[in-house]
């Protein structure tokens, strides 16, 4: 029994991480997907702002928000004002976009994610 179970992990441990990374980050047509969920963990006033960051020849496609437990008014001006505001740069300069104010926690908690995607995608390429 003990021989089964260890021949079961074996061969499970490997795809189940190797199906971890696939949810991080993905290619089409030149378009790097990059999910935050599980790469950072800064939390925003209510909890974690996971996005999913798209980036193609080196310029960020998009910044969309996930599920989040942020509160809806303070997030609706973060999603209206930031978040399009990383449309168009390149990568490297994403720490050049300034959070909104009244919403300080939330903004730094994206700039964290956005950060944390960047670097995942300078080593993942």
């Known amino acids: 029994m003990?021989?089964?179970?260890?021949?079961?992990?074996?061969i499970t441990l490997p795809v189940l991480a190797q199906n971890a990374d696939d949810k991080v980050m993905s290619k089409k047509?030149?378009?790097y997907t990059i999910n935050t969920t599980t790469l950072c963990n800064t939390a925003g006033?209510?909890?974690?702002?996971p996005l999913i960051v798209?980036?193609?020849?080196?310029?960020?496609?998009?910044?969309?928000?996930?599920?989040?437990?942020?509160?809806?008014?303070?997030?609706?001006?973060?999603?209206?004002?930031?978040?399009?505001?990383?449309?168009?740069?390149?990568?490297?300069?994403h720490a050049k976009v300034n959070g909104v104010t009244g919403a300080t926690m939330t903004s730094n908690a994206i700039k964290a994610h956005v950060a944390k995607a960047y670097e995942y995608y300078k080593t993942h390429k």
Do not use: C, H, W
Request: hydrophobic fraction near 35%.
């Open 2 to 10: 003990r021989y089964i179970t260890t021949l079961f992990l074996m």
């Open 29 to 31: 047509n030149g378009t």
């Open 45 to 49: 006033y209510r909890g974690t702002t």
């Open 54 to 93: 798209s980036v193609k020849k080196g310029k960020i496609v998009s910044v969309e928000a996930l599920r989040n437990m942020e509160s809806p008014q303070y997030f609706a001006r973060v999603r209206q004002k930031m978040l399009p505001s990383y449309t168009g740069i390149k990568f490297r300069d």
